[in-house]
């Protein structure tokens, strides 16, 4: 009697978990609706810009012996990588939440979301971290940020990112509803373990990193507003101003990229795992699933804004990419010029 019992109440509390996981599956159609409009705006933008990005990064013959242009490079690399996997979840979301590929495309997918989320916030910390020593410490500027040791640092980025991502590899397809999904965990012991990576991330991949932004932008405030006075000649003057100028420039975008691109996703996805885990009310459940979709929107974004950073922190881009774009205009003016040359000769 006791062991059937038992039995009834393992399978009652089997059922209560399955019917709580499959709560926030009600509102699916708001989530393939949200990350098809989304992705379908983020896909062309960012591999368009991050391709043209590093195009202009190339033609910096100069400009590639500098620190930041190693830093920005590694940021397009992995916002372009992010973008090519795209198409995938596009057409994933198109099927209504069928997914037709193989199942390692689906963890590979997984691992490449997180890459890119937190390769693209070290690689934005380290840029702030390089301008405040530009600003606030030249001479050390020139010593430590030379580009060989950058490009090792970038390395190691990718290797930290890389390594605790594997985790999320384990992620693969599942099966719910006569269908194979992706980006679903499977189990309640799959949410715990993501709840405990998610404050791993949140504290490694997150907070340090927007807490050393913070203190290099209030530095460097401190910095232009202890030392405005212009001293030395005149030339000497106005390219410190320029750069002190661009370096409020990079630290503010990067700052404003943090408070609407990553913080509301981390606050909302932690609150969301805490809903799953604990198994809070549906509806509250649910309102957090719709908060995660839409923060998740933002955080994926973030790949079509950097270039956008490129170009107003750095004078020697916008430079280079009015080259490219006159010297194109030029191109296919002389292209059509020619042909119309042999259309007349040959009339």
Request: aromatic fraction near 12%.
């Amino acid at each position: 009697m006791s062991a059937q019992l038992m039995n009834m109440t393992v399978a009652t509390n089997n059922n209560t978990t399955k019917s709580h996981l499959q709560c926030f599956h009600k509102d699916d159609a708001f989530k393939y609706s949200a990350y098809r409009y989304t992705y379908l705006l983020v896909f062309p933008v960012a591999l368009i810009c991050n391709i043209g990005a590093l195009a202009v990064f190339f033609r910096q013959s100069s400009r590639r012996r500098s620190a930041s242009c190693v830093i920005m490079m590694n940021l397009a690399i992995s916002d372009g990588s992010f973008s090519l996997t795209l198409p995938l979840r596009l057409a994933y979301y198109f099927n209504e939440g069928k997914w037709f590929f193989p199942d390692w495309v689906c963890r590979l997918c997984v691992f490449g979301f997180y890459v890119n989320l937190y390769t693209s916030i070290l690689f934005l910390t380290l840029l702030s971290v390089l301008r405040w020593l530009a600003v606030a410490k030249p001479l050390r500027h020139r010593s430590l940020a030379t580009p060989a040791r950058t490009l090792w640092i970038c390395l190691g980025v990718w290797v930290f990112v890389g390594g605790s991502s594997v985790p999320f590899l384990s992620n693969g397809v599942v099966h719910r509803n006569n269908a194979t999904r992706c980006f679903e965990p499977e189990t309640p012991k799959s949410w715990s373990i993501i709840l405990v990576l998610n404050y791993v991330a949140v504290t490694f991949g997150f907070l340090i990193p927007f807490l050393t932004i913070i203190i290099c932008y209030s530095k460097i405030i401190r910095q232009l507003t202890t030392d405005s006075s212009p001293s030395g000649t005149n030339l000497a003057s106005k390219n410190r101003t320029r750069n002190r100028r661009r370096s409020v420039h990079l630290v503010s975008m990067v700052t404003a990229t943090f408070l609407l691109c990553f913080l509301p996703y981390h606050l909302v996805r932690s609150l969301h795992l805490h809903a799953v885990c604990n198994r809070w009310n549906c509806n509250i459940l649910l309102a957090l699933q719709r908060g995660v979709v839409v923060t998740l929107c933002l955080a994926a974004s973030n790949s079509m804004v950097n270039p956008l950073l490129y170009y107003y922190s750095t004078r020697t881009f916008r430079e280079n990419l009015r080259e490219a774009h006159s010297s194109l205009l030029s191109s296919r003016g002389g292209s059509i010029k020619s042909a119309s040359m042999k259309r007349r000769n040959t009339s």
